[in-house]
């Protein structure tokens, strides 16, 4: 089944333009064409259209077994993605854009302490979340690690483990639940040295908050408000970063 996430894809109307800002977010350069390597994943860059829009692409070890389990689960393939792997039905990902590709090796670049070496979570709002449990854990069979309401946050969230990653869900307690589609909101990005990746970032013009204590106990943050598409970005270090 599904091992881990190959790469989050990002489509948006100016990719040369985006290719540059993640260059200098991620303090890399792409591996080939607009694809970054990191150490649990890779970020894809592609056209699209005016709204920068992400979708995932996850990995199984055997591709053709995995697509016959989720057809029988009632996730089918709609077509095929550029890497030759399937994607599948946006009525049953219930808006999100995934595909599935087969599982294969990578070399990524030698980290930086100034600089992401890997991705945290994906953060995905859902107005049913209850539906996110069937679909992450049931359909697709990601390992559901946490399920906590906070009322001080207003908000439920679901933690999957997907390989090195989490695919984290959020649902607003306050909002009634619907058949709405889910999205992709952002992305947390991993850092060795917080101080070091604000510092590096904001000398070259981009806007970042001072680096502050995280919600996770151990963990420092900061975040990227503007100058690469699909922004606010978390940065974060400290605890089993």
């Given amino acids: 089944m599904i091992t881990g996430l190959d790469h989050v894809g990002l489509a948006v109307d100016d990719p040369e333009a985006a290719t540059r800002a993640y260059g200098l977010l991620l303090g890399a350069a792409p591996v080939s064409g607009r694809r970054f390597q990191l150490e649990n994943m890779a970020l894809e860059i592609a056209a699209g259209g005016a709204e920068p829009a992400f979708g995932l692409g996850f990995a199984s070890p055997d591709f053709a077994e995995t697509r016959r389990v989720l057809e029988r689960r009632g996730v089918p393939a709609e077509g095929r993605d550029r890497d030759h792997g399937a994607l599948l039905s946006l009525q ?15 070399a990524p670049p030698p980290p930086r302490a100034d600089a992401p070496h890997a991705l945290d979570h994906v953060v995905i709002h859902t107005p049913n979340p209850e539906r996110a449990v ?15 309401a906070n009322p001080q946050w207003g908000t439920r969230l679901l933690f999957f483990r997907c390989g090195g990653a989490v695919v984290e869900i959020s649902a607003d ?4 639940v619907s058949d709405g589609p889910d999205r992709i909101t952002g992305l947390a990005w991993r850092v060795a040295d917080p101080d070091a990746a604000q510092a590096r970032l904001a000398a070259a013009g981009l806007d970042v908050s001072p680096v502050r204590a995280g ?27």
């Avoid at 049953?92 to 990578?106: K, S, Y």
């Avoid at 069937?134 to 906590?148: F, K, M, P």
């Avoid at 307690?173 to 009634?176: A, E, F, G, Q, R």
């Avoid at 106990?217 to 605890?239: D, E, I, S």
């Fill in 173 to 176: 307690l306050k909002s009634p």
């Fill in 92 to 106: 049953a990902t219930h808006g999100v854009a995934i595909a599935l590709v087969e599982a294969r090796p990578f």
């Fill in 134 to 148: 069937a679909l992450y854990g049931g359909r697709l069979g990601l390992d559901l690690r946490l399920d906590r």
């Fill in 215 to 241: 919600r996770k106990p151990g963990t420092r943050v900061f975040t990227v408000r503007a100058g690469v598409p699909c922004a606010p970005a978390l940065m974060l270090g400290g605890a089993d970063t």
